[in-house]
Nanobody
Framework: QVRIQESGGGQVQAGGGLRISCAHS????????VGWFRQAPGKEREGVAA????????YYADAVKGRFTISQDTVNNAVYLQMDSLKPEDAAMYYC????????????????????????????WGQGTQVTVSS
């Protein structure tokens, strides 16, 4: 069983920054992908960033590369998303989600992808935290 709780959402002006937090407990504590997804009204849920908790491997959507940073606190079982240079199109409900624990298959000579930004890979979801960006 995995419990997930997001916090830290709010309203910020365009160009500003905001950090949102995800507290997770249970099976996601190690060797899981913990990711951030967002959904704006009338749009599909999209992956933003993910981290494999058994390492420091991180993954980002192209739309946020260079502006958002995902990080983890393994002592407190938390994952953070630092969002800088926010744009009005970043406004959405942000969800934290986690996969069940797994060990990726590493093949010599091939790049190992630990986490995909695909909602269907993530079994456990929080209730979301709202981020509003005013122009």
């Amino acid at each position: 069983q995995v419990r997930i709780q997001e916090s830290g959402g709010g309203q910020v002006q365009a160009g500003g920054g905001l950090r949102i937090s995800c507290a997770h407990s249970g099976d996601a504590d190690s060797n899981s992908c913990v990711g951030w997804f967002r959904q704006a009204p009338g749009k599909e849920r999209e992956g933003v960033a993910a981290i494999y908790t058994g390492s420091t491997r991180t993954y980002y959507a192209d739309a946020v590369k260079g502006r958002f940073t995902i990080s983890q606190d393994t002592v407190n079982n938390a994952v953070y998303l630092q969002m800088d240079s926010l744009k009005p199109e970043d406004a959405a409900m942000y969800y934290c989600a986690a996969t069940p624990p797994f060990l990726p298959v590493v093949r010599p000579g091939h790049t190992t992808i630990y986490c995909r930004l695909a909602p269907e890979d993530f079994h456990y979801w929080g209730q979301g935290t709202q981020v509003t960006v005013s122009s």
